[in-house]
């Protein structure tokens, strides 16, 4: 497969039509997403691979979800006996269920309100593309603080995934060397299902060793 067909779409992304997600998650499109049970299972499944990719030990363990829209993903980061903290911009999107065990916060992935090394692993599925526009001087500001703020708040020996969806080679590129540049991580890009279009998935394993 030719690498630029790994990032073809058929239909445009919400990210590609709208700056901020608090324009696209609003109204009626908030309402269908987070009462969507198709999307509930394709949040759940995501998380399942990351939390494995994530490989954590169950004992006393927090786990931030960042951009955990409804708290899809953080639910199932609870059943499987984790403690979570969700944390998303969107307070209507927190609210919409009764999610009080899922330790629901507002707030930016690009400037979070934690103390450093408070967690033991970190996730964040279908979020971080917001932070991805390639064709503005924002797009390194945005994921610049955002892998920062990850590094500063997970612990030493910690692991991060983050499940997106980049819109070509290019942002993968610039991703890599925000993260030579400004962190310690070490890691990789994972793709999943590489010859299948509807169910590939990308996404990216970094680890903190100091
Ligand atoms: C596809 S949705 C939620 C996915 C989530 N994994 C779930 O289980 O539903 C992506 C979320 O990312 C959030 N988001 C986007 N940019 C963000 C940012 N800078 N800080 C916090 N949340 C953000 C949006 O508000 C939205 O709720």
Redo the contacts with the bound molecule.
């Keep these: 497969m030719k690498k630029k067909d790994l990032f073809k779409r058929k239909k445009k992304r919400p990210e590609d039509l709208h700056e901020n997600?608090?324009d696209y998650?609003r109204d009626e499109t908030l309402n269908q997403y987070a009462s969507s049970k198709s999307m509930m299972r394709i949040?759940q499944k995501i998380t399942l691979r990351a939390m494995e990719l994530l490989n954590m030990e169950k004992e006393n363990v927090l786990i931030l979800?960042?951009?955990?829209?409804?708290?899809?993903?953080?639910a199932i980061i609870k059943d499987l006996g984790f403690n979570v903290v969700s944390?998303?911009?969107?307070e209507k999107?927190l609210n919409f269920y009764k999610i009080r065990e899922l330790n629901p916060i507002v707030?930016?992935?690009?400037s979070l309100p934690f103390r450093p090394e408070v967690f033991d692993g970190i996730i964040s599925?279908?979020?971080i593309q917001?932070?991805l526009k390639e064709n503005k001087s924002k797009f390194f500001q945005d994921f610049s603080r955002a892998i920062k703020n990850f590094h500063e708040i997970l612990k030493k020996n910690s692991n991060l995934v983050l499940q997106f969806y980049p819109k070509n080679e290019h942002v993968l590129k610039e991703m890599g060397k925000i993260i030579t540049d400004a962190t310690s991580f070490k890691g990789n890009f994972i793709i999943d299902n590489v010859n299948n279009p509807k169910k590939r998935k990308i996404f990216l394993h970094l680890n903190k060793n100091h």
């Design positions: 997600p608090l998650f949040q979800d960042a951009g955990s829209g409804p708290g899809f993903s953080s944390l998303d911009l969107n999107l707030g930016d992935i690009c599925i279908s979020a917001w932070l």
